[in-house]
């Protein structure tokens, strides 16, 4: 059963002060955002002359051949994902939402640590393994973007084309996946985006074949204290972000101009034992591929050098003598969740 919301019965009667409520957001944006943007393209103009546009140019397309094929590849796993969670209602399915988010949410560090614990001892550091974190981390984007649209498709047009004769994989080409294809772009170029400008995955798991920008950036700070040149490198990569999310944008607007009204329908149950045997296949996966590598992560602290052991757990509160720690990871948790709160805070005011 669906239900059609349509235009309403007119302009909502909305307070005099909302029509300024715009104006605490563009000075925030302005101040920690257009300032230092104009701080850095000025610094750009400097290091013209002396840029090595061969070699940035050469991390730029690998860069962007590495964010393509790794959107694919979560694309190819996390469509899937996406379809089962949006059509189908079943015991674990919240749950299941819950997981794939998990590793969008964690640090990219903590993920490549894992892949690295996993797949270390067979794969070589390298494109595989930044791919394969890469796919793992964007799951999130795909799921929920995608999903998002296709639980608002109206089923009855898949009914009416199987009613036809049409076979379920001919109904999805045919009928789903068209009216899917502007949040496939969109989810597509914001998934691009994360991978082009990787940072933690790639210096982990990576080699020379799979720098990025953001990774050049990095070097050109921290190591060469060339600012002019990683201020130029900076805007070569804020130019092709731009373009791909106005891509997306793009896409996601013609979307919404060709679906007026929104529907709204019960999700099923899976009635078929082959529906019910494909949705719980589909979810089990999409478990085991999020949680296998946390498992090797936990595993991994649990293990020495001569075996088993809660030596790291047990050293959470102090500072070792002659490392590099500036702190005891306690304390920095401690201070995480502070900038954390803060930061929520603050963008929780001014995106309201």
Not at 44 to 55: G, H
Not at 114 to 140: C, Q
Not at 337 to 346: E, F, P, R, V, W
């Amino acid at each position: 059963m669906a239900q059609d919301l349509g235009s309403g019965d007119g302009a909502l009667n909305a307070p005099g002060w909302l029509k300024w409520a715009w104006v605490p957001p563009a000075l925030f944006l302005a101040v920690l955002l257009g300032a230092p943007l104009a701080t850095v393209l000025q610094h750009s103009f400097a290091a013209v002359e002396s840029f090595d546009w061969s070699t940035t140019l050469r991390i730029a397309g690998l860069a962007a051949v590495q964010a393509v094929i790794s959107a694919v590849f979560s694309l190819a796993i996390g469509l899937p994902l996406a379809g089962v969670l949006s059509t189908y209602q079943f015991r674990g399915r919240a749950i299941t939402q819950a997981l794939v988010t998990v590793p969008f949410v964690l640090p990219t560090v903590v993920i490549a640590l894992a892949f690295r614990g996993m797949f270390g001892s067979f794969l070589e550091p390298g494109f595989l393994l930044v791919i394969a974190a890469h796919t793992y981390i964007n799951l999130a984007v795909i799921v929920r973007i995608v999903g998002a649209t296709w639980q608002q498709l109206d089923a009855r047009e898949v009914t009416a084309a199987r009613s036809l004769g049409a076979t379920p994989i001919h109904a999805l080409v045919t009928v789903t996946l068209p009216q899917l294809r502007g949040a496939i772009l969109s989810a597509s170029a914001v998934v691009f985006v994360f991978c082009f400008t990787s940072l933690g995955v790639v210096l982990v798991l990576g080699d020379s074949s799979t720098r990025t920008l953001e990774s050049q950036i990095l070097r050109e700070t921290s190591l060469l204290l060339d600012f002019p040149t990683a201020a130029l490198t900076a805007v070569l990569q804020l130019l092709v972000v731009t373009a791909a999310l106005l891509i997306g944008a793009r896409a996601s607007m013609n979307r919404t101009r060709s679906t007026p009204v929104l529907r709204i329908a019960r999700i099923p149950h899976p009635r078929l034992l082959r529906q019910r045997i494909l949705v719980f296949t589909i979810a089990i996966t999409g478990v085991a591929i999020v949680l296998l590598p946390l498992a090797s992560l936990a595993l991994d602290s649990l293990r020495g050098p001569s075996g088993w052991t809660l030596q790291w757990w047990q050293s959470l509160t102090s500072l070792d003598s002659g490392t590099t720690r500036l702190a005891s990871p306690a304390s920095a948790i401690a201070v995480s969740l502070k900038y954390a709160l803060i930061s929520g805070l603050i963008a929780g005011l001014i995106g309201v």
